[in-house]
């Protein structure tokens, strides 16, 4: 079993900064891709940025140039820092990771979610 758990949301006027946690723990052999998603009410959940273990991005176009995704392979974690906020990123943000357990399954898993709110 993996268990992901994220910190680091707040509430933030527009223009500032945030930097999101998203720590993998449990019965894992290897990491592949982890990431971050957000959803708002009524909307599907949609892909902020994800990581590869090799270190590739990969970018939503309305994230690109603000927000910079991060990994620690070491800690299994993962690290999204926003900047230039806008109050449109406002949402509730998820942590994703895919990888291979020690009983070598596959797994993907989600965080419980930690919610960002952005002021104008």
């Known amino acids: 079993q993996v268990q992901l758990v994220e910190s680091g949301g707040g509430l933030v006027q527009a223009g500032g900064s945030l930097r999101l946690s998203c720590a993998a723990s449990g019965s894992i052999f290897s990491i592949d891709a982890m990431g971050w998603y957000r959803q708002v009410p009524g909307k599907q959940r949609e892909l902020v940025a994800t990581?590869?273990?090799?270190?590739?991005?990969n970018y939503a176009d309305s994230v690109k140039g603000r927000f910079t995704i991060s990994r620690d392979n070491a800690k299994n974690t993962v690290y999204l820092q926003m900047n230039s906020l806008k109050p449109e990123d406002t949402a509730v943000y998820y942590c994703?990771?895919?990888?291979?357990?020690?009983?070598?399954?596959?797994?993907?898993?989600w965080g419980q979610g930690t919610q960002v709110t952005v002021s104008s």
């Open positions: 994703n990771a895919e990888g291979v357990t020690r009983i070598y399954r596959s797994f993907r898993g």
């Open positions: 990581i590869t273990s090799g270190g590739s991005t």
